[in-house]
């Protein structure tokens, strides 16, 4: 079991910044991600890790404004986003798939992670 637990989210003013960080209950390799859900949407992947993260990938709505990373000392995933806009309104949670390959990883999606956070929510105003 791997218990996960988001922080950071909050309130900002569109071109500002935030920084969520996801706290994991022990140390685990496999992928790491980021997804988000505004009201009335599904569930949407932000940014993928892998490993001791030196593979990622993001959504094509985030590339160059956000960068997600991991930190296997404080067993903790982080992502940092900059810019944001009012469409990046929403709960963002982070995921955990223990053992998944790196090929996978990088096309996961929602059913591919056993473990999630409760969330933090992240509005921003225009």
């Known amino acids: 079991q791997v218990q996960l637990a988001e922080s950071g989210g909050g309130s900002v003013q569109a071109g500002g910044s935030l920084r969520l960080s996801c706290a994991a209950s022990?140390?685990?390799?496999?992928?790491w991600a980021w997804f988000r859900q505004a009201p009335g949407l599904e569930r949407e992947r932000v940014a993928v890790?892998?490993?001791?993260?030196?593979?990622?990938a993001y959504a094509d709505s985030v590339k160059g404004r956000s960068t997600i990373s991991l930190d296997n000392a404080k067993i903790s995933l982080y992502l940092q986003m900059n810019n944001l806009k009012p469409e990046h309104t929403a709960m963002y949670y982070c995921?955990?798939?223990?053992?998944?390959?790196?090929?996978?990883?990088?096309?996961?999606?929602?059913?591919?992670?056993?473990?999630w956070g409760q969330g933090t929510q992240v509005t921003v105003s225009s």
């Open positions: 995921a955990a798939r223990p053992g998944f390959g790196v090929s996978g990883c990088l096309s996961a999606g929602v059913q591919n992670f056993n473990y």
């Open positions: 022990r140390s685990t390799y496999g992928c």
């Open positions: 890790i892998y490993g001791n993260g030196g593979t990622t």
